[in-house]
C-alpha cells in the first residue's frame, strides 16, 4: 500500500514476520532511482489498547518525518536496517 512514496510490505526472516517499508528516490548525479529500505520491526499483531482510559496530554506539530518517528518510538519499533534493496 502506498503511502505519500513509500511502500509498506511484511517480509518472512528465519521463521518471523517483519514490516518493512521501501522507498524509491531519484540519484540526479548517476541518473537513476536509488531504493531504500527499513525494517521497521515484528509484525505481530497490535496489542489491544483500552481507548477509555486514554487522554489528551498536549499537542505539537512535527511535520511528517517527526510523527512517524514518534509513532515508531512509542510503538517500540527501531530500525535495523537501511540501504540497497534485494
Do not use: I
Not at 22 to 40: C, T
Not at 62 to 78: I, K, M, Y
Amino acid at each position: 500500500m502506498p503511502v505519500d512514496g513509500n511502500h509498506f510490505f511484511e517480509r518472512l526472516v528465519d521463521g518471523r514476520l517483519y514490516r518493512d517499508v521501501a522507498q524509491a528516490v531519484w540519484n540526479p548525479r548517476k541518473q537513476q532511482p536509488v531504493s531504500r529500505q527499513m525494517r521497521l520491526g515484528p509484525a505481530d499483531p497490535p496489542p489491544v489498547a483500552d481507548l477509555a482510559k486514554t487522554g489528551t496530554v498536549g499537542h505539537k506539530r512535527v511535520g511528517d518525518t517527526g510523527a512517524r518517528s514518534w509513532v515508531a518510538a512509542q510503538l517500540g519499533c527501531r530500525a535495523v536496517r537501511w540501504g540497497a534493496t534485494d
